[in-house]
């Protein structure tokens, strides 16, 4: 089974009822905040290449769509590293209904993506990750219209959530409570969110936070499991995408169908008993004894030499 990879932070981050600053450079923070809803927010603007076009592009474009949320597959030396790029620029990629279209389009489209060896979701955004709520719109709903629309949010990120590859959230920008929950249900993911919190850090601790409000530093964040690792940010304002290009560049050369076995032994795993969770692992594991990868992985070792992977 491959190593268990943790969370991705990039600097300020928010969540309901609680506020505390996590310090790790003069000007850059990990910041949970009491507001409205779970809220991650990182200074510094950022200016990036533009991404190609895709045929998701193309197939909104003929629909006289805008194209709020795109995939691009990068090549090369990074070919199976896919980035699911939030582009919403005037909405700073707010959750309306084209936006949240999109997305679930596009992470169903790759549920079944043998291609995909590892997902980055990122922002085109300069200083947003995503702004979560598009209130706008919300004002408009009438209230069975907003509870309908708020159990497709989180259709979309437990959608997000069970992808088979590993995900990574590269937060350059505010997420607030729905784009915190959003980079929370990638695999590696920044703090905070009233459910997926007490997961990450314990009931006993995130009860704590945000019951109380109080300000920690990012060394003491750090202590708690609460981040995993805080980048400074870089004049680009990229600096949290390169990480998450880094991380996903480590586990590009990994077997894919064991990483995926990996996650998915892990996410239902925690979730039971110890019985139960061995028997998954078991279950797992017997998905990935007939791959010729396994055969090419210890054959590799005996030989000496790095292993060549091809996901069969």
């Not at 939030?86 to 700073?92: F, G, N, S, V």
């Not at 069970?162 to 590269?170: E, F, H, N, Q």
């Not at 995993?228 to 880094?246: F, I, W």
């Amino acid at each position: 089974m491959t190593t268990l990879l943790r969370k991705l932070v990039s600097l300020r981050c928010l969540s309901p009822n609680f506020h505390a600053c996590c310090r790790r450079s003069p000007g850059r923070s990990v910041h949970l905040s009491h507001g409205r809803g779970a809220q991650l927010v990182t200074g510094g603007s950022r200016s990036v290449a533009a991404v190609a076009r895709t045929h998701n592009r193309q197939l909104h474009a003929e629909a006289g769509e805008a194209v709020e949320v795109d995939l691009k597959r990068l090549d090369g030396g990074d070919d199976g590293i896919v980035e699911v790029v939030m582009c919403r620029q005037k909405a700073r990629n707010a959750l309306g209904h084209l936006f949240v279209s999109q997305m679930r389009e596009l992470v169903s489209s790759l549920s079944s993506d043998a291609a995909a060896r590892v997902v980055v979701f990122r922002s085109l955004v300069p200083g947003v990750f995503c702004a979560g709520a598009d209130l706008k719109e919300r004002a408009l709903m009438i209230n069975s219209e907003s509870d309908l629309f708020v159990h497709g949010l989180r259709s979309l990120m437990t959608q997000i959530a069970v992808l088979p590859m590993p995900t990574i959230a590269a937060i350059d920008g505010v997420a607030l409570g729905g784009g915190l929950e959003l980079a929370l249900a990638c695999d590696l993911r920044c703090a905070g969110g009233s459910q997926r919190l007490p997961r990450t850090i314990g009931v006993t601790l995130a009860k704590e936070l945000i019951f109380t409000g109080r300000r920690i530093d990012g060394q003491t964040a750090l202590e708690m499991g609460l981040v995993n690792r805080a980048v400074e940010q870089n004049e680009a304002g990229d600096a949290a995408y390169r990480e998450a290009l880094s991380l996903a560049r480590e586990i590009l050369p990994q077997a894919p169908i064991a990483v995926r076995m990996a996650k998915e032994a892990m996410n239902r795993g925690v979730e039971v008993d110890m019985t139960s969770a061995m028997a998954i692992e078991r279950m797992c594991y017997a998905r990935v004894i007939p791959t010729r990868d396994r055969q090419e992985g210890m054959a590799a070792f005996i030989e000496k030499r790095p292993p060549k992977y091809i996901g069969e």
